[in-house]
């Protein structure tokens, strides 16, 4: 609508028409696209208890993770929403290194809450870059 507003026309193509356009333009054809890698290493898995509604702590946490670690030093971090009843309650953050099977790096259960990000961000960076300052994070609290 707003783009028909300003005169800008962005019609959908028809399924023939998207046919076409991947024959004529190998970029468009999907027998052509690579997946991402599953679990690229490193990686952090933030698993959360979607009926407790925690996805944007996760969410939140997955940022401070990546502007903490950036690529390369973090690769990827998937967030996935639990809903059953084994999993209510559910925090956990997982941190996958190339040839070895992932690492719990916090259960909300075990460690009696969610974790302070200066903790959580310790514990990762001392599998991932071991020699990395976190600045005020790596100050001892008085």
């Known amino acids: 609508m707003i783009a028909e507003s300003i005169g800008v026309s962005c019609p959908l193509p028809n399924e023939q028409d998207n046919i076409e356009q991947a024959k004529a333009n190998p970029a468009l054809d999907s027998s052509t696209f690579v997946p991402p890698v599953p679990l690229a290493s490193p990686s952090i898995i933030i698993e959360f208890c979607d009926r407790c509604r925690w996805l944007h702590r996760a969410t939140w946490v997955s940022t401070e993770l990546f502007l903490t670690f950036p690529p390369p030093a973090l690769k990827a971090i998937s967030i996935i929403p639990l809903n059953s009843e084994e999993t209510g309650g559910r925090f ?23 974790p302070e990000l200066k903790g959580l961000k310790q514990r990762i960076r001392d599998h991932v870059q071991p020699g990395k300052s976190l600045g005020h994070s790596d100050k001892k609290s008085e």
């Open 92 to 114: 956990r953050v997982w941190l996958n290194l190339e040839g070895s099977s992932p690492q719990l790096m916090w259960d909300r259960k075990i460690e009696g809450g969610f």
